[in-house]
């Protein structure tokens, strides 16, 4: 393959377009399938006005002057922007009401924020209204201000306008009548009192009526409930006819946990720590005690209300502010007001007359104001917010995954329900009046099953693929010997040596070197420290230690951040699984936990060796070291507060080139989250790459997971140059193809069987190796749809790849055919992976990292007075792995 950078090394000024457009790939067998996108008509010339909204409460300062509330611009998060859309909603029903008598509220569509579609020219309004129609309650408020302007004089939208909204040069597409079509089928729904509305997703506040059952949307633990809904987004998509272009409505079914409204921030506190510990609340608690840290990361983002004084008993009215951490007790916490140094206790007492009930347990601050203290008995958690995944229970994450990885025929069916309720099925009323069509049936679209490729073991044995895509792992294509290694038991109450005599046949049957390990055994009440004994080892030369620990102790993340620490691999297995090895024998479990020491080691279990295609014109592996091609994958992970993420990042840079080490780096949290690791990332997995191969990459295929189509041009453009630049930091001669592929593993659509048959999930869902390159797809951009693994539960979310920037152009059979091989190369488990494995093991690094984070940081007791700015050099320094000799390792395996 011969260098061919189309682009200059310097920073691009002119927005790239993205790669020609390539003929579908032909690889597999034909098959029909069926999505969950309808398609939209509009009428002919329909005219759209937009107009600006700008809606605030007016209240008096004490000097007399106006002071403004925005309704239609403010915080983002859950529990503030639903109520600025209920009062803004309130607000211009009264206007239309007064001002546009005759006007049908049918007319009007309104996104809860700064922006009105009308189908029928209004004037501009600027009007003040008596505050009682909107925000009743709220004796403070002198009146509420509506400003009603046109943004342009007008706009046509017709179905020729369509081809408008994609272009092929990135930032380019107009997508005004996207935006418009989105906030008009979201509006229509807004007389649904029901219903209350995330970006694009409607959840039914009560859907007893529609049928669900309980087992369909279980109770939670933590004072939380499972709420059910539907989500609408308007594409463009390629047309029946090559060039047109068609708008779809794309719909899905979502179910997330809300928290309770209006609860004590103690009951909170009580339910979350009895779903965890099962016991109860301490009375006496400290921001470091075990409780402490738990709830510390439970509730850190979650909106709380004041509830004392003049909040008192006022709801939404009352004054709110989001949880960013713990501080001290109210009776040892002090500051200084007035000259005068009081304890919270003292403050609450001498000030509001409140005796607290809890002084000697932690208090609350203010994610923006630390120095600020708030008992959390005088506090009550916010209206209407979602729980992210950290604030959910181990049992409300069970049970939610259970209730959302539903058959397909039953998501069908309950995904019915919602959307005949909302008329997102074709029933619209109120978009049929004014010229918008949803068809009642979804696209059928053609698509092709991938060939299985063959799996090479040990001394040329081919491994037996399914058709679930499984096989069973034998000897290892490359076996590694375990070196001076130590096995390590802690209060496991199993018998160990039952567990090492398992663990050494299958060692043995894989290929590996067996030798005879140091033990440690800690049974219950022996004294025991866990650095103390990775420090012990590393001292005394060991390379590796085996941990089985009893699973109440929670010692992995310790383990792992201490292996970084330390330089030393480790591998953890919890007494619950060792256990069932040594009463059942469990050859699955014990293959697996192999699997990840010969990877740890370096080794390679087995590889792909291309499809078995008979009379073949093009080599059919993919993965041919010949190519030389370094393949990356990055993934990110974020929730870490202090505005950190960790993103992590894998490439096959060692000798096999099917092999993929990595690392991973903290960035700061912003828009440009790759963009801050691309050139490090690339020009260190280069030098390695030359290390183990003696030669330069001659392409780099590069998969960035969780990229939006906004963020293509950043990525075609920015993230481009910052590959050139690692490439020509390395070595002016080093000039490589470079692919870049956007991966979304959860996109909007769904892809199903044609015909749904079967009781079981692996027979309802699609196949694996299952690929949709036409029709679902953007008319400009390579896109594809590809599910290449058996989904044993729930209906399966086929990722999208979509091909961003590209100089080696090559067919899409090789694209789709690469991300189905690179599948088969987890290493762990003997099946295929719903991702490409690059992706996956740069998700485990981030994991690592975001682990390794939060594990340093349990003990970090700042002062809540202060706000520190995150060194990020020192901590990449401190916690990554990129001064340490474990980076040459599968260390995450």
């Not at 189908?119 to 002198?142: F, L, R, S, Y």
């Not at 008992?375 to 959910?392: D, M, S």
Request: net charge positive; charged share 25%; hydrophobic share 35%.
């Amino acid at each position: 393959m011969s260098s061919n950078i189309d682009l200059p090394i310097e920073k691009c000024t002119i927005k790239a377009s993205a790669p020609q457009k390539l003929e579908p790939g032909r690889l597999g067998v034909e098959r029909t399938f069926k999505t969950n996108a309808s398609r939209i008509t509009l009428n002919p010339n329909l005219s759209v006005f937009k107009y600006d909204v700008d809606i605030n409460l007016i209240y008096q300062k004490q000097n007399g002057d106006d002071a403004k509330k925005s309704l239609t611009k403010g915080p983002k998060n859950d529990c503030l922007s639903q109520v600025r859309g209920k009062y803004a909603n309130a607000a211009l029903k009264v206007v239309f009401d007064t001002k546009l008598k005759g006007f049908k509220d049918i007319d009007l569509f309104y996104d809860s924020q700064s922006n009105l579609y009308s189908t029928t020219k209004i004037p501009d309004i600027h009007e003040n209204i008596a505050p009682k129609d909107v925000v009743p309650g709220d004796n403070d408020c002198k009146s509420v201000e509506v400003k009603i302007t046109k943004v342009v004089d007008s706009f046509q939208v017709s179905t020729n306008d369509t081809k408008l909204t994609v272009n092929p040069t990135f930032g380019k597409a107009d997508v005004t009548l996207l935006e418009a079509l989105n906030t008009i089928i979201s509006g229509s729904l807004n007389h649904k009192n029901e219903l209350i509305t995330y970006k694009g997703v409607h959840y039914v506040l009560d859907p007893s009526g529609l049928g669900f059952r309980q087992d369909q949307l279980p109770a939670l633990s933590g004072s939380q409930y499972m709420g059910v809904g539907i989500s609408e987004a308007v594409r463009t998509y390629e047309g029946d006819s090559k060039g047109e272009s068609a708008l779809y409505c794309v719909v899905d079914l979502r179910k997330t946990a809300f928290h309770a409204d209006y609860q004590p921030l103690m009951e909170k506190f009580g339910s979350l720590v009895n779903a965890n510990y099962r016991e109860p609340l301490r009375k006496n608690l400290k921001a470091v005690d075990p409780q402490g840290m738990y709830l510390r990361e439970m509730v850190k983002g979650l909106v709380v209300r004041l509830n004392y004084g003049q909040n008192r008993g006022r709801g939404e009215h009352a004054r709110s502010f989001i949880i960013g951490g713990f501080g001290p007790c109210p009776a040892e916490a002090t500051f200084v007001s007035q000259g005068k140094t009081w304890t919270v206790q003292q403050y609450f007492y001498e000030t509001f007359g409140i005796t607290l009930q809890y002084p000697n347990f932690l208090t609350v601050f203010d994610k923006k104001t630390r120095g600020v203290l708030y008992p959390p008995e005088l506090l009550i958690v916010g209206e209407n917010q979602r729980a992210t995944t950290n604030q959910l229970t181990k049992d409300g994450q069970d049970k939610l995954v259970k209730a959302t990885a539903i058959l397909p025929s039953a998501r069908e069916g309950e995904l019915a329900k919602l959307a005949n309720y909302t008329g997102l099925d074709g029933t619209n009323k109120a978009l049929e009046k004014v010229g918008i069509r949803i068809a009642p049936e979804t696209l059928i679209v053609k698509g092709r099953i991938l060939p299985t490729p063959i799996i090479g073991s040990s001394e040329g044995r081919k491994l037996m693929v399914q058709n679930n895509c499984k096989w069973q792992s034998q000897k290892f294509k490359v076996a590694m010997t375990l070196p001076k290694w130590t096995f390590v038991s802690i209060d496991s109450g199993i018998n160990v040596e039952v567990f090492k005599t398992k663990l050494r046949d299958r060692v043995i049957s894989s290929g590996m070197t067996w030798t005879k390990p140091n033990e440690r055994i800690y049974k219950n009440n022996d004294r025991f420290n866990v650095e103390e004994i990775i420090s012990s080892e590393k001292n005394q030369s060991t390379k590796f230690i085996f941990f089985i620990v009893r699973d109440s102790l929670n010692l992995h993340q310790e383990i792992k951040l201490l292996e970084q620490k330390y330089d030393i691999l480790t591998q953890e297995v919890r007494a619950t699984v060792a256990g069932k090895v040594v009463e059942k024998g469990q050859p699955q479990t014990v293959e697996n936990i192999v699997n990840k020491m010969n990877l740890k080691l370096g080794g390679v279990n087995w590889e792909v060796q291309g499809y078995n295609i008979p009379n073949a014109k093009n080599p059919s592996n993919l993965l041919d070291a010949t190519a030389g091609r370094l393949i990356f994958g990055f993934e990110s992970s974020r929730g870490l507060g202090d505005d950190v993420v960790c993103v992590g990042y894998s490439a096959n840079a060692t000798k096999n080139v099917q092999n993929f080490i990595g690392n991973y780096k903290y960035v700061k949290q912003n828009k440009d989250i790759y963009g801050q690791v691309l050139r490090p990332a690339v020009l260190e997995m280069i030098k390695k790459y030359k290390e183990s191969r003696n030669a330069d990459p001659k392409h780099l295929y590069i998969y960035l997971n969780g990229i939006s189509e906004g963020q293509f041009s950043m990525v075609a453009n920015d993230y481009a140059d910052k590959v050139k630049q690692a490439c020509q930091e390395y070595s002016e001669k080093c000039r490589p193809h470079i692919t870049i592929m956007c991966v979304s593993k959860a996109p909007n659509e769904r892809i199903t069987n044609g015909t749904i048959t079967g009781n079981r999930a692996a027979e309802q869902n699609i196949a694996p190796g299952s690929c949709v390159d036409t029709k679902i797809v953007n008319p400009h951009i390579n896109e594809f749809f590809l599910n290449s693994h058996s989904a044993f539960q729930g209906s399966a979310r086929t990722p999208k790849f979509s091909h961003v920037f590209d100089t080696a152009k090559l067919p899409m059979d090789f694209h789709e055919g690469l991300a189905h091989q690179l599948s088969f190369l987890h290493g762990i488990v003997s099946s295929t992976t719903s991702l490409p494995s690059p992706i996956i093991i740069a998700d485990r690094y981030s994991k690592r990292g975001s682990s390794n984070y939060k594990t340093s940081s349990r003990s970090d007791d700042r002062s809540v007075n202060s706000v520190n700015e995150v060194n990020f050099d020192a901590l990449n320094s401190n916690l990554s792995y990129s001064q340490k000799h474990l980076i040459n390792y599968r260390f995450n395996a």
